[in-house]
């Protein structure tokens, strides 16, 4: 049972870096595109337009924007300094065909890492004993999540048990046990749990209303489900509820994996 697996962690420390809201330039851009692929043929100059494109040069563009990202904590969040690298860059390539490019920035309030945050477990609880920690490689902040303070978080780990769900249609279907939720104080401690909670306002709004009944000191997201697999690349900005909730929220790799 994975209730049993945490229940020999007793303790969590957690150092994570510290996040900050400030008004700075952001650049968004949207590339488009249309396609009778799926519908039809093409015509005469769609078929033109398909024979210059060279699959290996596109792949490398993808590589250069995935090396932008992997370099900055915060990947290239809207605002971020890898958003803006990378808007310099892509305006730098259509320059290099012959296009006019410009760039058009706007102030909004922004969110963004210092640097990478930082997951470790410390089993018997005493921060001066390193022989017992275990550093989670895995652990990335969620974005827009509310910053924890600079000296990062050190509180006791308790767990949230979920409905089982063979697959994504069995989300939201078996109520959450509201008797055993009850049973776990979260005020103040560090509040791991499946992603998948979010996933279905069945779930979604029993787990919101506890967070604010019982403000844990964060809130850390895993999955448990191979059918999950897709959830750790996950990082986009409609992730913007956690800023509502006031909590500091993480992602986490697949945590049996990770000890």
């Not at 420390?13 to 330039?25: D, E, K, R």
């Not at 390539?93 to 706007?106: K, R, T």
């Not at 767990?159 to 509201?178: N, S, V, Y």
């Not at 506890?210 to 844990?216: A, E, F």
Request: aromatic share 12%; proline share 6%.
């Amino acid at each position: 049972m994975r209730e049993q697996l945490f229940a020999m962690l007793l303790t969590l420390l957690v150092v994570v870096a510290s996040t900050s809201a400030f008004c700075g330039q952001g650049v968004c851009g949207l590339l488009t595109s249309s396609s009778k692929l799926q519908g039809g043929s093409l015509d005469q100059y769609e078929e033109r337009v398909v024979a210059l494109v060279n699959g290996t040069r596109a792949y490398g563009y993808d590589l250069e924007l995935e090396s932008i990202a992997l370099a900055r904590p915060d990947f290239r969040s809207a605002g971020s300094i890898g958003a803006n690298e990378t808007a310099n860059w892509i305006k730098a390539q259509f320059e290099s065909f012959g296009l006019e490019a410009w760039l058009e920035p706007f102030e909004f309030t922004n969110w963004t890492l210092l640097e990478k945050p930082s997951l470790i477990i410390d089993v018997d609880g005493d921060q001066g004993t390193i022989g017992d920690q275990v550093v989670i490689d895995s652990f990335q902040c969620e974005h827009y999540s509310w910053p924890t303070p600079e000296e990062g978080v050190f509180a006791d780990l308790v767990i949230l048990p979920l409905p089982p769900a063979a697959d994504h249609t069995e989300i939201g279907k078996t109520p959450i046990d509201t008797i055993a939720w009850d049973e776990v104080n979260t005020t103040g401690k560090i509040l791991l749990i499946g992603r998948e909670v979010r996933m279905h306002p069945n779930w979604a709004q029993p787990f919101v209303n506890k967070l604010q009944l019982q403000p844990p000191a964060a809130v850390v997201y895993t999955w448990w489900y191979d059918w999950m697999n897709f959830t750790p690349p996950l990082y986009a900005s409609a992730a913007v509820a956690h800023w509502a909730i006031m909590v500091p929220t993480f992602g986490i790799w697949k945590f049996q994996q990770a000890l």
